[in-house]
């Protein structure tokens, strides 16, 4: 074997690599360095502080509701998420016209980018003029000040973000239903299986890498939200759906506290990176390849 031949799978791999090094890797060590240090982004010079940055946040009340705040969004959104598409896929998963005009209709907000999903809703829930006002008043329900009020703010946003991810996540849903095996579903009908039973026997299980692979991208996604908060809220009322990301953005660039948000940054990374590994132990055994 020449030189060349030993070296080509590393040279076809090479600009994959450095591409990935450098808009990847590069950045999050730089975060970690900058964690460390106090600069405001004008100065030349920057200050070592060490882990000090680390332990502001952790002791600062507003950080730590940061993370609370993150974190119910997360687990109410993902929850949400798959637990709605994949009763829209059951149903979904059929071949007709209706259920083709309606999966093309759910999946259409998830190609609209999230600025506009976000100006759209402020005027949904606009609590004097706004349509969601009206149709709950429908029912003798009163006015909601949806986004203006600490009680109902966070879920408002998670509303959002719920109906903006269905579309997608039924389709991949649709297609995991899709490839299990008529073959299954001709033996429960066989069996004499109860719907029920042949769900949770037998498509449950079918699906688990689906809904793996679902939860893992629904979860990064929703600790990385970002957009609808700057639009809709701007982290208010009183902190109540300020999220990492835009704590992030915030010191880093209103605030030019550049070492409190690459530390934010950080404990960012390392939470989702705690999370997802704790998901996969917890799931490898539990999904079954077909």
């Known amino acids: 074997m020449t030189m060349w031949e030993k070296l080509r799978p590393y040279a076809m791999v090479a600009p994959a690599i450095t591409v990935f090094s450098l808009f990847f890797i590069y950045p999050i060590i ?24 680390f332990t502001d946040l952790l002791t600062e ?9 993150s974190t119910i969004y997360t687990v109410l959104t993902v929850t949400c998420i798959i637990i709605f598409s994949l009763l829209l896929a059951l149903w979904l998963n059929k ?43 429908l029912f003798g329900f009163g006015k909601l000040a949806w986004l203006s009020s600490t009680s109902t703010s966070l879920i408002s946003l998670v ?14 849903f649709i297609a995991g239903l899709q490839s299990i095996p008529r073959d299954i579903y001709e033996a429960a009908a066989l069996d004499r299986s109860k719907p029920w039973t ?15 692979f679902l939860v893992i991208i629904n979860m990064i996604g929703s600790f990385q939200v970002f957009e609808t908060i700057a639009i809709m809220t701007q982290g208010g009322p009183v902190n109540s759906t300020n999220t990492l990301v835009y704590y992030i953005y915030e010191y ?4 030019f506290k550049i070492g409190s948000a690459s530390a934010a940054g950080v404990i960012l990374l390392v939470i989702v990176g705690i999370l997802t590994i704790i998901y996969f132990k917890m799931m490898s055994k539990r999904v079954h390849y077909q």
Do not use: C
Request: net charge positive.
């Open 30 to 53: 730089y975060m970690m360095y900058l964690s460390m240090y106090d600069w405001n982004f004008i100065s030349p010079t920057k200050n070592f502080v060490g882990l000090q940055n």
């Open 159 to 172: 509303i959002v973000a719920v109906w903006k991810g269905l579309g997608y996540n039924t389709l991949v």
């Open 95 to 137: 071949a007709s016209v209706f259920q083709s005009f309606v999966q093309g209709a759910i999946f259409s907000p998830h190609i609209v980018s999230w600025v506009s999903i976000s100006m759209i809703w402020v005027w949904v829930m606009d609590p004097q003029y706004g349509l969601l006002n009206w149709f709950i008043g």
């Open 61 to 69: 009340k507003e950080f730590l509701q940061v993370i609370s705040n």
């Open 252 to 255: 880093g660039f209103r605030f």
């Open 198 to 212: 042949t769900f949770y026997r037998l498509i449950l299980p079918m699906l688990s890498p689906t809904i793996f």
